[in-house]
C-alpha cells in the first residue's frame, strides 16, 4: 500500500512539472524588436492640441511653476524594488518620484518596451532612456503604491522609450525567462 502511494506521488508529481514546463515554453511572452523604439502617436497628438514645452528634469524638479502643468521630459527611468523614479540624465544625484496619471494615454508599444527595459512591474529592476509628457503633483495610491501621497512626477504618457543595444539585450533576456509570466505576473 505504501508503495502505490509512493508510485502514485512520485507520479503526480512528474506530472506537474512536467505541465509546469510545458506551459512555460507554450506561454512564453513574445516581443517584437521593430517596435522597442516606436514613438506613441497618442502621446504626439497631444502635443499638437496644446503646448508643451520641453524641459530636463533639473530645470522642473524643484520649480513650482511646473505643478500641474503639462512639460515634456528627456530622463532616466527606474525601477528599484517596486519603487519607480526619474533620474536627471547628465545628474544622477537629481531624481524624482513617479506615478502614473488617472487618465494616462496607452501606448502599448512604448509601455511593453518600459516595463522590458526597466522591469517595471516584474520582478527585476534597471533603468532605461524615455521622453515622457507629465506634470509635477502629488501620485495617486492607485498609480503607485509605494510612493503614492508624495509629490513628484505624474506620467501624463510615455512618448518614446529609448533602449541602447544591451538594455534591450538584458531586458528580453530576463522578461522572456521570468517564470512568473504564465501566471501573469
Known sequence: MKKTF????????TFLISLGTALYFVQRP???????????QKCLDVSKTEFIETKALSEIVNDKD??????RVKARFRHDAGYIFLEDKGNKNISIS???????????D?????????GYKTW???????????YLGKISEESN??????????????????????????????????????FGW
Open 124 to 134: 527585476y529592476d534597471h533603468s532605461v532612456e524615455v521622453i515622457v509628457v507629465g
Open 6 to 13: 509512493l508510485y502514485v506521488a512520485v507520479g503526480i508529481f
Open 110 to 118: 512604448t509601455e511593453k518596451t518600459l516595463q522590458i527595459c526597466s
Open 145 to 182: 503604491q509605494f510612493q503614492g501621497g508624495e509629490d513628484g512626477f505624474n506620467i501624463y504618457c510615455v512618448e518614446q522609450v529609448n533602449p541602447t543595444e544591451e538594455e534591450l539585450k538584458i531586458g528580453i533576456t530576463k522578461f522572456e525567462n521570468n517564470p512568473f509570466t504564465i
Open 98 to 108: 513617479v506615478g502614473f496619471d488617472k487618465n494616462a494615454i496607452p501606448c502599448q
Open 30 to 40: 513574445d516581443y517584437d524588436l521593430a517596435t522597442s523604439r516606436n514613438v506613441c
Open 66 to 71: 511646473f505643478q500641474g502643468k503639462k512639460v
